[in-house]
Nanobody, 126 residues
Framework: QVQLVESGGGLVQAGGSLRLSCAAS????????MGWFRQDQREFVAAITR?????RYSDFVKGRFTISRDNAKNTVYLQMYNLKPEDTAVYYC??????????????????????WGQGTQVTVSS
């Protein structure tokens, strides 16, 4: 089991920045690839491998958002720059258990992920 708790959401003006954090506890964060999704439909935003060596982004955030992780702190981050009103959503952190040696980068689908946080609201005003 992995428990995920997101934080860092809030209200920001268009063009501003926010950094979301997702703290993991429970079994083994270090064996999980991590992802960020948004909205109730679980729209894919970004993903990162277990080691942090590879990342994947959706087209609508590429160049503006950066996903990273700190395995020593059991935390994954989503740094968001140049925010737009259409980025307004609840952002969810998710974990895909890939095992202790895999460097698998999950596909941009919610079906790849087993564990989910409760979400954090991001609101971008125009």
């Amino acid at each position: 089991q992995v428990q995920l708790v997101e934080s860092g959401g809030g209200l920001v003006q268009a063009g501003g920045s926010l950094r979301l954090s997702c703290a993991a506890s429970g079994r083994t964060f270090s064996t999980a690839a991590m992802g960020w999704f948004r909205q109730d439909q679980r729209e894919f935003v970004a993903a990162i491998t277990r080691t942090g060596g590879r990342t994947r982004y959706s087209d609508f955030v590429k160049g503006r958002f950066t996903i990273s992780r700190d395995n020593a702190k059991n935390t994954v981050y989503l740094q968001m720059y140049n925010l737009k009103p259409e980025d307004t959503a609840v952002y969810y952190c998710a974990a895909a258990d890939v095992g202790p040696t895999s460097d698998y980068l999950p596909l941009p689908s919610r079906r790849e992920y087993k564990y989910w946080g409760q979400g954090t609201q991001v609101t971008v005003s125009s």
